[in-house]
C-alpha cells in the first residue's frame, strides 16, 4: 500500500514579505517593525508576532549525539566501516537513514514530538531543516525518501494547525510543494547560489532568504537593491548571535 500523499494547509496561512528576524543562535526582542520571527523548537515564541519554529528534520541535534547513538542507533546513517556520517559541515550533526518506510515512520514520531512541541509553545509555522542531506549521504540515501518523510512532517503540522516551511534545497523546483505539501520557503544565500528563481516559481511570494556578512554578493546595499532578491530578505551574521552579543548583524531590506 502506497503512502498518503501530502496534505494542503487550508486552515493555515503564511504572511508573504513581511518583515522578519532569524533567531536560531540565540532569542531577543525583535526590532519594532518584525512581524515574522524564526526560533528554534527549544524557544518561547515571541509575543504577537507570527513565529516560525525551528526543527532538525534528517539531522541530529548537536547536544543529542549521545542520545540517537544509545537509543536511535539503527536510525543513525552508517558508512562503509559502520561508523555514523556526519554533516561535514557540520561535524557534530548525524545524518538520519531515510532509506526505508520503517524508518522513516520512526523518525516522523520523533521529529512530530518537536513539532507538538512548537504548536504547544505558541508557534504559528515549523521549519525543517536539511532536506537535502541525500546529498551527503555517499549514495545511501535518495531524494525520493526524503521527501516522503517530509510528508509525513507535513500531515503532521496540519494536523496541528501549523505552516510548514521547506529549507533550502532549490534544486527540487516544486516537487517541495507538490509532493511533501511544504506551504513556504526559507532560504539561505539564495542570491548568493542563484537560487531565488527558484523559489518564487515554487512558492511565489511565500519566501523569506537570509544573506550572511561574510558571503555576500556586494555590499549591503547592493544585496537590499537586488531586483531577483525575495521581498522578505534580510542580512545577518553566520553565527546568528543575540543582539546584546558581539558580532551580531542585522538589517533588512
Known amino acids: 500500500m502506497s503512502a498518503p500523499g501530502p496534505t494542503s494547509a487550508t486552515a493555515v496561512s503564511f504572511p508573504a514579505g513581511q518583515a522578519f528576524d532569524y533567531q ?5 526582542e525583535p ?5 515574522v520571527v524564526v526560533r528554534d523548537s527549544t524557544a518561547q515564541a515571541s509575543r504577537g508576532r507570527y513565529n516560525i519554529c525551528y526543527v532538525n528534520g534528517f ?16 536510525l543513525v546513517l552508517r558508512g562503509p566501516g559502520g561508523d555514523p556520517m556526519v554533516d561535514p ?30 504548536a504547544a509553545s505558541g508557534f504559528a509555522a515549523v521549519e525543517i531543516d536539511n532536506l537535502d542531506s541525500a ?16 510528508a509525513a512532517l507535513a500531515r503532521t ?15 527540487l523546483g516544486d516537487r517541495g510543494r507538490r509532493e511533501a505539501g511544504f506551504d513556504f520557503a526559507v532560504s539561505e544565500e539564495c542570491l548568493v547560489f542563484d537560487e ?19 558571503h555576500l554578493p556586494g555590499s549591503a546595499d547592493e544585496v537590499c537593491a537586488r531586483p531577483d532578491r525575495p521581498q522578505a530578505t534580510i542580512i ?16 533588512r531590506c
Request: hydrophobic share 35%; net charge negative.
Open 24 to 28: 536560531l543562535g540565540g532569542a531577543y
Open 196 to 214: 531565488c528563481g527558484a523559489y518564487r516559481e515554487a512558492y511565489g511570494d511565500r519566501v523569506v532568504d537570509i544573506e550572511y556578512t561574510d
Open 157 to 171: 503540522a496540519h494536523a496541528a494547525g501549523l505552516a510548514i516551511g521547506q529549507k533550502n534545497a532549490a534544486e
Open 236 to 251: 545577518r551574521d553566520r553565527k546568528l548571535v543575540a543582539i546584546e552579543e558581539d558580532g551580531h548583524y542585522y538589517r
Open 89 to 118: 559541515d557540520w561535524p557534530d550533526e548525524f545524518i538520519l537513514d531515510t532509506s526505508s518506510e520503517g524508518k522513516r515512520q520512526r523518525l516522523a514520531e520523533y521529529a512530530g514530538q518537536a513539532i507538538a512541541r512548537c
Open 59 to 74: 539531522q541530529s541535534q548537536p547536544g543529542d549525539r549521545d542520545l540517537w547513538l544509545r537509543e536511535r542507533g539503527d
Open 31 to 35: 526590532p519594532a517593525q518584525v512581524r
Open 135 to 150: 546529498t551527503r549521504s555517499g549514495g545511501r540515501l535518495t531524494v525520493d525518501g526524503n521527501l516522503a518523510l517530509a
